[in-house]
C-alpha cells in the first residue's frame, strides 16, 4: 500500500485518507502502537516499526475486525464448506453454472 500509495502521489492523484487496514489479532493492532517491545514479539519488532511510524505519520489506520468477518482468511486458511460459503456470498463471487 505504501507503494501504492507514492505512486499515486507521482501521479499528481491525491488521496486524503488513511489506508485502512483489517486485522482479526487485537495483540497485533496493540503493538503496532505500543512502542515498548518483549521478548517474545523481537523477531515482529522491524515490521511493527516500519508500521507505526505509517501510522503516526496518518498514512495507515489500523480496525479491528472479528476472524468471522475477516474476507482475506478465504485466500489464506483452509475454511469449511458453511464459513467458505458466508465469504464467498459477501465477495460476490457467483457460481457460473448455477446463475441465480
Same mark, same amino acid.
Given at each position: 500500500?505504501?507503494? +501504492?500509495?507514492? +505512486? ?22 496493540? !503493538? ?13 519488532? !522491524? ?39 458466508? !465469504? ?13
Amino acid at each position: 500500500m505504501t507503494w +501504492l500509495q507514492s +505512486l499515486l502521489k507521482d501521479l499528481r492523484i491525491l488521496h486524503p485518507k488513511s489506508t485502512l487496514f483489517y486485522c482479526d489479532n487485537k495483540v497485533i493492532l496493540h !503493538i503496532a502502537v505500543n512502542p515498548i517491545f518483549h521478548k517474545r514479539t523481537r523477531h515482529a519488532e !522491524i515490521d511493527c516499526h516500519f508500521i507505526r511510524d505509517k501510522i503516526q505519520d496518518g498514512l495507515v489506520a489500523t480496525k479491528y475486525i472479528p476472524s468471522a468477518k475477516q474476507l482475506a482468511n478465504v485466500f489464506t486458511k483452509p475454511l469449511g464448506k458453511e464459513f467458505f460459503s458466508t !465469504i464467498k456470498r459477501n465477495l460476490g463471487v457467483l457460481d457460473i453454472h448455477y446463475p441465480i
